[in-house]
């Protein structure tokens, strides 16, 4: 068995699980199998099924790969960690061809960091015991948004001041602690318990810059030289688990206080109401949300 760290750019997929009643959708888990069939791996295992859209900057998964002889099928010595990520890696380059990421100069959007060989009683994901999720917001975005952010942040035109950004944090924190979290949960949520104990909510902000060439004037800020500097704020939540379009949930009301439309108090008249229909605004979109890491 192997435990696998994981990066992709959820925008390519249509979420973490593999779907057969649908194969021309594609999936993380598809293209991880697939990549996998070469050294006979079995089913992958994710410590969070993310859903269409949403990045992993730290997932991790696990899969178990016999290494067999190729002729007499006989059982030999275990592939060691750094050549099942560089054979998957090769696979999955092979295949974003396969599935026309090469045709516009793309590799992949997905990638294998780092495999180990691991203990059989090792789950991805019932072995874990805390999941950090982080979810980017861009304040004082440009009319035309940097293409280096499209599809990884969830832009506001409006700025943020910092009596505003002081009313999001206090609103974040109300989040802390055990809570039924009827309220903030998808209605097509399957979890038999509504009851999370969330960790942390912590809210910071940064000048908004763009990971390359950021010196370059014509890329400052984010906003192409057009004038002020956008403002990431990005919201970090870390609990055991979560239930189903939580923080995306918890993120787009946390906004409603930042732009001013509701009172930091809103927050505790949400979880008190254990009601989903309680809760009158947007899913915050899946493109400004990250799984950041998975600990065991």
Not at 37 to 63: I, M
Not at 138 to 155: S, T
Request: aromatic letters at 8%.
């Amino acid at each position: 068995r192997y435990r696998l760290l994981l990066q992709y750019f959820g925008s390519a997929f249509s979420g973490w699980a593999r779907q057969p009643a649908l194969p021309h959708l594609l999936t993380v888990q598809q293209v991880l199998e697939d990549a996998a069939k070469p050294l006979a791996g079995t089913e992958v295992y994710a410590a969070g099924r993310t859903d269409s859209g949403v990045h992993a900057l730290g997932q991790v998964a696990h899969v178990d790969i016999e290494r067999r002889h190729r002729k007499t099928h006989q059982l030999l010595e275990p592939y060691d960690g750094q050549s099942v990520q560089r054979a998957l890696n090769h696979e999955l380059h092979r295949l974003g061809k396969k599935h026309g990421f090469d045709r516009c100069g793309q590799a992949m959007p997905v990638r294998v960091l780092d495999a180990e060989a691991v203990d059989s009683s090792f789950h991805a994901r019932h072995s874990a015991v805390k999941r950090t999720y982080v979810y980017r917001l861009l304040f004082n975005a440009p009319p035309v948004l940097n293409l280096f952010h499209q599809d990884r942040v969830w832009a506001h035109r409006r700025p943020l001041d910092a009596a505003a950004l002081d009313n999001m944090r206090r609103a974040a924190d109300l989040f802390v602690g055990r809570h039924d979290l009827t309220s903030f949960r998808s209605r097509q949520c399957q979890a038999k318990s509504p009851e999370r104990t969330i960790e942390m909510v912590d809210v910071r902000a940064h000048p908004a810059t763009v990971p390359v060439l950021s010196e370059f004037a014509a890329v400052d800020g984010g906003n192409g030289g057009g004038g002020d500097t956008g403002l990431f704020v990005d919201v970090t939540i870390r609990s055991r688990s979560f239930l189903h379009n939580q923080v995306r949930l918890m993120v787009a009301s946390l906004v409603q206080v930042a732009l001013g439309f509701e009172q930091p108090d809103v927050i505790q008249r949400l979880l008190d109401a254990r009601d989903r229909d309680a809760y009158a605004w947007a899913l915050a979109p899946a493109h400004g949300l990250y799984l950041a890491s998975v600990e065991y």
